[in-house]
């Protein structure tokens, strides 16, 4: 069992920057890809960032390519989302979560239904 708890989320002027982070219990953090989602009111929740348990691969959308960023602390037992030049597109509740993967078969998963642990969510807000 894996319990995530994001924080970092608030009110942010478009331009501006935010980090998530995503505490996890458990010992075995390593063993987990991990992934970051969001859902805005009215929309599908959608990928935005996924981790290997290295940190060795990543991958964003392409709506955040070049903005935000996905990092993890394994000894802390912390994934990141660093955002930056954040647009009012950007804003809904972002949702970390995690899979477990086999060391041997590393690999990033980008489809929710891959993950079988999620935090409560986190709302981010962009003013124009």
């Known amino acids: 069992q894996v319990q995530l708890v994001e924080s970092g989320g608030g009110l942010v002027q478009a331009g501006g920057s935010l980090r998530l982070s995503c505490s996890a219990s458990?010992?075995?953090?390593?063993?987990?890809?991990l992934g970051w989602f969001r859902q805005a009111p009215g929309k599908e929740r959608e990928f935005v960032a996924a981790?290997?348990?290295?940190?060795?691969?990543?991958n964003v959308a392409d709506s955040v390519k070049g903005r935000f960023t996905i990092f993890r602390d394994n000894a802390k037992n912390t994934v990141y989302l660093q955002m930056s030049s954040l647009k009012p597109e950007d804003t809904a509740v972002y949702y970390c979560?995690?899979?477990?993967?086999?060391?041997?078969?590393?690999?990033?998963?980008?489809?929710?239904?891959?993950?079988?642990?999620w935090g409560q969510g986190t709302q981010v807000t962009v003013s124009s």
């Open positions: 981790i290997s348990w290295s940190g060795g691969m990543t």
């Open positions: 979560a995690a899979a477990f993967n086999f060391r041997f078969a590393e690999r990033i998963k980008e489809r929710w239904n891959e993950y079988e642990y």
């Open positions: 458990g010992r075995t953090f390593s063993s987990y890809a």
